[in-house]
């Protein structure tokens, strides 16, 4: 089968055949409808993810997915052949199998059935954004009324994250470059502030009391996410997606933490989706043979949204 996969870590990945994979223990065989770029795919297809996971080449890329299910592996109860499904690969333990290619096998536990109504593109950006994103505002809290504060409200998570948290009735606070306003006021955002300049000293003028609450899908550093916990009030909270809360609790005022994806989410986003309260921000789609074009964009450009690779 067709897919995109690195043979060594001298070349960089490419659209070549690889064998068709055999669900294993706990897996299911789908047949991929389409997939989205997340930065993990970046770190993959770079080669940096080598510095937490061993890859065994031919080495995948991709971690989202949705598609139809045409094999089940020893112990996948709950699913059956012809069933659509979405979600992510899943931890395997190595980088191996990827998304981005015509037949997956994501683990059992990392995927869910798609209900009626919830399109292969839309189906195929949740699962690693969508999950993160749910996280991160579960671990926020926001209350209606309350001042949420977005870092990389453009990217994939922050997209998720902002209608999320406006759901819940607070007033989000997003970070943009200039010009892009409008793309988040439309997901919901009620404020702006540019992120090409003082990010901290614009919300410490704006709000001198504080902020309810913080997201950031942008700082590993726990230094940089550090000074963005202090923007926060007495009693509120920030998480970090990028893992910046590293070890700390409590920064400042802020009770802090890291948010993760996590596939008890998927069936609460698809239902958000379908009843039209949550909008996937697909900005642009690939067809597969052009999936290295699309983590080239995603690495190259100011992506906002989502960018899905569609394979029919």
Do not use: C, W
């Not at 199998?97 to 919830?118: N, R």
């Not at 404020?191 to 990010?199: A, F, K, M, R």
């Amino acid at each position: 089968m067709k897919a995109l996969a690195l043979e060594s870590f001298e070349v960089a990945p490419a659209m070549i055949d690889v064998p068709e994979p055999v669900p294993g223990p706990d897996e299911v065989l789908v047949r991929v409808q389409a997939s989205s770029v997340n930065a993990y795919d970046v770190a993959v297809a770079s080669g940096a993810a080598k510095a937490y996971l061993p890859y065994r080449f031919p080495a995948g890329v991709g971690n989202d997915l949705t598609g139809i299910v045409e094999a089940v592996g020893e112990g996948a109860e709950g699913f059956s052949a012809g069933q659509r499904v979405f979600g992510t690969m899943g931890m395997k333990g190595e980088i191996h199998d990827g998304s981005f290619a015509e037949l997956a096998t994501p683990k059992m536990g990392a995927i869910v059935a798609a209900p009626d109504g919830l399109s292969p593109p839309d189906a195929g950006a949740l699962g690693v954004a969508g999950t993160t994103a749910m996280s991160a505002v579960e671990a926020v809290d926001p209350r209606v009324g309350t001042s949420v504060l977005i870092i990389g409200a453009t990217g994939g998570v922050g997209t998720f994250a902002i209608q999320l948290a406006a759901l819940r009735g607070a007033h989000v606070i997003a970070s943009v470059r200039p010009g892009d306003e409008e793309f988040v006021t439309d997901l919901g955002a009620a404020e702006t502030l540019d992120y090409t300049q003082d990010v901290v000293a614009t919300i410490r003028a704006r709000y001198p009391d504080g902020v309810d609450a913080v997201i950031d899908a942008v700082n590993r550093d726990p230094a940089e996410f550090a000074k963005l916990a202090e923007l926060v009030a007495e009693g509120g909270r920030a998480a970090s997606v990028v893992g910046g809360a590293g070890e700390e609790s409590r920064i400042g005022n802020a009770t802090v933490s890291n948010a993760n994806g996590n596939p008890a989410h998927l069936t609460r986003l698809a239902d958000l989706v379908v009843g039209l309260k949550l909008t996937v921000a697909i900005r642009q789609s690939y067809p597969l043979a052009e999936a290295a074009q699309a983590l080239a964009d995603f690495t190259a450009k100011h992506t906002l949204g989502k960018l899905v690779i569609t394979m029919a």
